[in-house]
Structure formats: structure tokens, C-alpha cells
């Protein structure tokens, strides 16, 4: 079993709708939890970070996360054609939070 | 001006010569990380650094070295280039003062080919 695992897509939504990307994770007693968008070609950049159960909003993008069912998840409302990227699911593993562990990604497109 | 950089952006190489590839950062980081990219696998981590006298393997570190010369610099090499390590590497920074949160700042890449 991977640490992170996300489906790698494509997810394709029209403009408008809202994008739900998914990721679930192996350790338990992680504690820090990321979404990054990258652009092909690009480098990653953090847009979420997320550490408590519940929901955090952040403009279009909300993060959310359930420690017991070692689930997280990023929903982007009124998608644009710009958003079409891969989002990377990354953890901090354990309580030291040091070792981050990236997923694959899930590469969405994003239709006018 | 880029917080983190990175130098070559691309390069192509012959298997068997030893490659270094540069990070440097304005950030004032002292955590710093080198990461590769390959399709499907994601960012795996092959080396990371608290300062300049802490260094540390990370899951894919044979075959790669590293030297942090600096709070702000942090060098990756290849010893002797194989054809697998062609990839695309990316560094990055994370602030100590963060803590576990750990939130990373990546530099721009360079795409490296091993022929």
C-alpha cells in the first residue's frame, strides 16, 4: 500500500462546476496535511494546508480532512480553465513532521 | 527575484559523468530538500537538510550526494550519471520555525537527461 495515494486521473469537469480531488494516506499519526498545484513543466506550489479534522476555506479552494478514516480531500468551487493542473496530495508523516510524503497526483482538466 | 533557484534548468549529459546540480535560497530557510520527479511516481525525496551540519538520506539516495555549503545553498551531485537518473529534480525549503507543519517552497527544476 502507498503512503499517499490519489487517483491519478484525468478528472475533467466543465468550467463553472466544482472539482472534488480525493486522497487517502497509510500512517495515522500524521499530523500536517498539503495540497500543491503544478502546472506541466512547472514546480509544485503549496495552495492548502490543513492540520485539524473539519473543513478549511481558502477563496475557491476548500481543504478537507478526517483523521479517522485517513482521508483528505481538496474541492475547487466555479472551476476555471486555469485550474487544469496536477494536484499533488502531500503528509506529514508521523508526529516529528519532518518527512513529507507526496502522492502521485491527480491531473484535472478543466473544460470552457 | 525567485526565492529559490536553481541552476542548470536543463541538462543533458553522458552516462558515467558526474553532474552538480545548485539550489540557492533567499528565504532565510533552514530546512532544505532535494526531490526528483518521475511520471506516475510523484516527488520522492533524496536528500534533506536542517542546517549545514545535519545531513540526511532520504528514500532514493543511492547514487546521489549532496553538500550544504551554506544556510542558503544546498548541492546535489551525481557521481558517475546513469540513464534512470534522467528525471526531472526539483529543491526545496521548509522554515524550522514551522515546526511540523513543514510547508515547503519549491525552486523552479532542472530537467536533467542521462544519455
Known amino acids: 500500500q502507498k503512503e499517499v495515494e490519489q487517483n491519478s486521473g484525468p478528472l475533467s469537469v466543465p468550467e463553472g462546476a466544482i472539482a472534488s480531488l480525493n486522497c487517502t494516506y497509510s500512517?495515522?499519526?500524521?499530523?500536517?496535511f498539503f495540497w500543491y498545484r503544478q502546472y506541466s513543466g512547472k514546480s509544485p506550489e503549496l495552495i492548502m494546508s490543513i492540520y485539524s479534522n473539519g473543513d478549511k476555506e481558502d477563496g475557491r479552494f476548500t481543504a478537507q480532512l478526517n483523521k479517522a478514516s485517513q482521508y483528505v480531500s481538496l474541492l475547487i468551487r466555479d472551476s476555471q480553465p486555469s485550474d487544469s493542473a496536477t494536484y499533488l496530495c502531500a503528509v506529514n508523516l508521523g508526529t516529528g513532521g519532518f518527512k513529507t510524503i507526496f502522492g502521485a497526483g491527480t491531473r484535472l482538466f478543466v473544460k470552457a | 527575484d525567485a526565492d529559490v533557484t536553481q541552476t542548470p534548468r536543463n541538462r543533458i549529459t553522458k552516462t558515467g559523468k558526474r553532474i552538480m546540480l545548485e539550489c540557492s535560497q533567499t528565504k532565510g530557510h533552514d530546512r532544505m530538500y532535494w526531490y526528483r520527479q518521475d511520471p506516475g511516481l510523484g516527488l520522492r525525496l533524496i536528500y534533506y537538510s536542517f542546517d549545514v551540519k545535519d545531513i540526511n538520506k532520504g528514500e532514493i539516495s543511492d547514487g546521489y550526494s549532496v553538500s550544504r555549503q551554506a544556510q542558503a545553498k544546498f548541492s546535489l551531485s551525481l557521481e558517475s550519471a546513469i540513464p534512470n537518473q534522467t528525471a526531472l529534480y526539483f529543491c526545496?525549503?521548509?522554515?524550522?520555525?514551522?515546526?511540523?507543519?513543514?510547508?515547503?517552497?519549491f525552486g523552479p527544476g532542472t530537467r536533467l537527461t542521462v544519455l
Open positions: 500512517d495515522r499519526v500524521s499530523q500536517s
Open positions: 526545496a525549503t521548509s522554515d524550522l520555525r514551522q515546526g511540523g507543519a513543514n510547508e515547503q517552497f
